[in-house]
């Protein structure tokens, strides 16, 4: 069984950046693709931002040119970093591998709050 944990969250001013890690307890290189997922109140919880093993990566819309998403499977470590922050960015922000298999299945997080002022 695989632990993930996130950090970094916090408040920051729209316009301002914010780190996200993701540490896992073992191998993220053999669980696959990993991914950032958030969730704000009353909505649906959205992939974020995914990078495969080989460290290919794919953004929502949203997010891309303002998100990055990277890796380092040295680490067991996943990273989004959130530039340009937006008050509708705000949300919990969950870490959740491998990508591609239901919800129910994988590992998640237990979620890290970000929140936007404007």
């Known amino acids: 069984q695989v632990q993930l944990v996130e950090s970094g969250g916090g408040l920051v001013q729209a316009g301002g950046s914010l780190r996200l890690s993701c540490v896992a307890s073992g191998s993220i290189f053999s669980i696959g693709a990993m991914g950032w997922y958030r969730q704000a109140p009353g909505k649906q919880r959205e992939l974020v931002a995914g990078?495969?093993?080989?460290?290919?990566?794919n953004y929502a819309g949203s997010v891309k040119g303002r998100f990055t998403i990277s890796r380092d499977n040295a680490k067991n470590t996943v990273y989004l970093q959130m530039n340009s922050l937006k008050p509708e960015d705000t949300a919990v922000y969950y870490c959740?591998?491998?990508?591609?298999?239901?919800?129910?299945?994988?590992?998640w997080g237990q979620g890290t709050q970000v929140t936007v002022s404007s």
């Open positions: 990078i495969t093993s080989g460290g290919s990566t």
């Open positions: 959740k591998g491998p990508l591609g298999v239901p919800a129910g299945m994988g590992y």
